[in-house]
Structures are given as C-alpha cells and as structure tokens.
C-alpha cells in the first residue's frame, strides 16, 4: 500500500507535534519532520536541539521520517556535516528511532566519513527497535529532470544500505510523468518518484497505481515543502486517494491554464457516486507561441503520456486552447462519434473505447439541451447568439440541427459570417437587429461579464433594450463564473426566465461522464458541488 505522508517542518516541539497529531486525524499514514530549520547544528543550541527532535519523534502519533536537508537540495540545514551525523547518531541511539532516516545521495557519497556513520546510525537503530530505521537516499533537482537521472537512480539501488530509492525533480511536461512511473514498474528497492510543480500532480496522486512507497501530501498549501504539493484534502476527498490502485483508469482535462477547472471536483465526485474505477486530473499541456506549437504540443501528450499503454488513459475534456487539437493530434485512431466534431471544428472530449478513441463535442448538448428543456420543441424557434467564437459556433450547430432558426451577432462580424456560411440556417445580423429582433432566446457565448474577463461588469446581452422581449423569452448566458452575470441579472429583474452557464457546463460534463463510464451521470451532484464551491 502506497502510503500518504505529511511533511512537517518543525519550528518547536509542541507545533510538530501538534501538525503530526492533525495529519493523523485526517487521515495520513506517516509524517516526515523536516528539522533543517530547526536544527542549527551549533556546538552551543545543537545538543539541546537535538535533544528535543528526539522526543518529539518518540511522542509521535504517526511513524516519522527524519529529514535534515541540506541547502544544496532545498532544505534549510547550513550547518557542519558533522553536526548532522551527531544528531542522526542521538535520533538512532534514543530509543524510539524514526521509522525512516532521509539522507541526500549527493551528500552520502560525497564523504566516505559521512557515509560510514550514517550507516552506523541506520544499524543502531535497528538495534534497539523491532521495526528498523530504513535509509531513504534522497535525490532533488528543483529545476529540471536531472541529466543523470538514470545513473543516480542505479546509485542509489546499488548502495545496500539504502532501503528506499527516492528521486524528486520539477517535471517539464506530463511526459515527464512517465517516466516517474517507469521507475517505480522496473525498481528493484522500495522507491518514491515524484515530479514537482504543476506538471507532475500526476505522478503524485498516481503513486498508489504504479507501486511508489509514499506520496506527500501538505496539510495547508502554505505548509507544501516542494512545488505542486497538493493538500492532504485534496489528495483524500478530491483525488480519492485512497480508491487509487493498479486497476484504475485515468482521465483528465487537458488545457492551459487547467488548475482552476472544476472538472476534477465533478468527474472524481461522479466516479465516487456511480462506484467507478477511475480518478480525473487536471492535464496542463503548454500551448507554446501560435497554434502550430500546440498542436504539436497536444500531439506530443497523445503520443508520450496517453498512448502509454501503462496509464491506463480512458478520457480527456480538452479545453482552451486546445479544443480544435483532438482531431489532429488523435488521427488516425480517433473517429467522431456523431460528425459534430467535424462540423463544430472542434472536439472537447475524447473517450477511449476498446475499438479506438472516440471525440466528441457536448458543448453542442450542453446548449441545446437546457433550451429543449425550456422550450419542449425547438423547431420554428428563433435564438440569436451574441458571439462568434467556438461556443458560438457549437451553439449555432446544434440549433439549427434542432430545426431553430439561428441569428448571429459578433464584435468581429467576419467571424460570424464565416459561421453562417458554413452551417446552413444560420444569419448573421447587427447587434442593432439582435436587440429588435423576435427572438425567444437569446444566448451570450463571449466572455463578457465573466470574473476576470475582458468586461466583469458588463452586460453581455444589452437585456433592458430588447424590444420584443417577454416573460416567455429565455436568456442563456454560458458563462458560469459569477453563477448570475450581470446579463442574467437584468433578465431576472425584468421578468425574463434565464439559464446559467452552471447549466450548461453541467450538461457538456454529464455527456463526457456517460460517455466515459456507461452509466447515468449523477447531475444533480455535479450542479450542487458547482454551485455551492462558486458560491465560496
Ligand atoms: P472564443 O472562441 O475565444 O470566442 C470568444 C468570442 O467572444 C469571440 O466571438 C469574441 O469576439 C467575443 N469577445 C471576446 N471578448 C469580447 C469583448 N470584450 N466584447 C465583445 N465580444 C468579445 O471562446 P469560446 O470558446 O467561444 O468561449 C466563449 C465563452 O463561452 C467563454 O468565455 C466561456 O465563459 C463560455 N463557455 C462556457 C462553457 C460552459 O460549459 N458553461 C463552455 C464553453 C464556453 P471576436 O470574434 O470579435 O474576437
């Protein structure tokens, strides 16, 4: 069992051990006392310092793994070596020894002196425990994967003291996932094999599935002792940690930037309720300069991380930037499933089947459906869409397949007019005639009145002006953050009756779900964890 460890840097006694007792309550396995700013390693304080380390290891609720970094590897410890070696000897011969002593390859092979002790300290301690202290020999690189990874790696396994081989280093790509994953399936010793930063979430919550010995989770994100440390929360209720094993399948949202998404927060809490075997991340692929680096960039990730037959890869969202990637980067072994993919241009799901993948585009449900809803029959009904973008687009398909008849208004009219051209039914007109037209929708799919956006503030659909507008008419706006833009706010002072973009997020989601599991989604879940984590 891949165990979740809370590191804990130590200030004083009473506050590691207070941390160790919270990891425990939440539900860690093991604690790892970061003691390098603790530990000055002076002659003066040092005996004293180490005096109280080894009581707090003893006092412990959780078995402890001991870590003095050094500056060199990201830690704070600046102190003699020799200093160091004393207070692992004092931890070893205290009576209560950590279940697991970490010490820095570089430094246990720098110096055959040091290497020696640290040894001795490792034998000791199995001396006076049933359990013994097991060598963890630690390699860091915060930058980059090391060019020697595969050289420190045989180090490491080579040495017969060391117990458990671990290697953490900032990933540059998901690809770099990978190859984490490809060291713990070959290792020959317990290992621990993590990517830093927001590239390598995965390699972290997917430990379970590929056998590392732990993964680290902080219990607050200003506690994280590495880049891309998620929270002991998230790792357990939003990854579902603990449901993690070699069986499961994995899905993502691939996009740039995707750590906001709430698509995790959804598919995991989906997955949970309909007792399916999968975990969803967030995928963040870099779009580089123009278009043509990322689809080259989407197409590496197919290539490198999903194609790999090991990860298990079962289904992506893909979002901004990528959504006209899939077909591109998939061919040729993706199919779309019902020809929107084609029409929309653009693909935000792809599932794999036993066949092949499959894309396909549920923006196009996630707008048609909330409106059918509304209006029971969509045909002979007029909608017009402020927009022209690819939400505008998907919009303007799916109605006209529904037999409304569509009217498109766009800042940049060219792009509305290329839409019309291409999607038979669909007119374009000036946001003059939008506002006098007898439209009984109107939909908003710009990024107008959206937090963060170009314009928060503003209305996208200039609800107050719309001549022939009743109680019977509907405004959509597809933006889900706020829940009630300003747009939908004018509607709702009005009289109108309105959809929000939770709605339709919620209905493309449910597509994806069914899609990728077989079964029903649960919507509702999916509507209440939205509303309720916008809301906050
Ligand atoms: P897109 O392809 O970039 O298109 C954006 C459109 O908005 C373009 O037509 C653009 O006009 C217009 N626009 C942008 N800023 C504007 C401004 N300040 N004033 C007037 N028009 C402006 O984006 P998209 O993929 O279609 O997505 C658009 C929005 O749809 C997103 O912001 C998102 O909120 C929403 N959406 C929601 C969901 C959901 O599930 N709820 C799903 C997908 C999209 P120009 O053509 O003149 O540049």
Known sequence: MTMLCVPITMRTPEQAFAEAAEAKSLGADIVEFRVDEFFSGDSASGESEAAAIVRTIAESPLPVILTCRIADEGGAYDGPEDARVSLFERVATGGSPPAYLDVELAAYTRSANFRQKVNLCVTHAKQVRDVPTRLILSSHDFQTRPPDLSRRMMAMYAEPACAVAKIAFRARSLRDNVEL???????????IALGMAEFGLMSRVLAPKFGGLLTFASLKRESATAPGQPTIREMLDLYRFRSIQASTKVYGVLGWPVGHSMSPLIHNAGFEAVGHDGVYLPMPVAPGENEDDARASFKATVEGVLRWPALDFAGASVTIPFKSCPRAGAEPFAMDADGLVTAAGAANTIAVAPDGWRLANTDVAGIVEPLREAFGELAGQMVVIWGGGGAAR???LGLTREG?????????????EAIAASIPG??????????????????????????????PDAMAIPVPELADADAGTVIFDTVYNPIETPTLKAARERGLRTIDGVRMFVTQAAAQFELWTGKPAPKQLFDRLMRETLAN
Do not use: D
């Open 181 to 191: 994953f490809e060291l713990l399936r070959g290792a020959p010793k317990p290992t």
């Open 394 to 396: 998907a919009a303007a």
């Open 404 to 416: 409304a008849g569509v009217r498109l208004t766009n800042r940049t009219a060219s792009k509305a």
């Open 426 to 455: 669909v007119r374009t007109i000036s946001a003059q005639e939008a506002r006098t037209s007898r439209a009984r929708a109107h939909i908003n799919t710009t990024p107008i009145g959206m937090t963060g956006g170009p314009a």
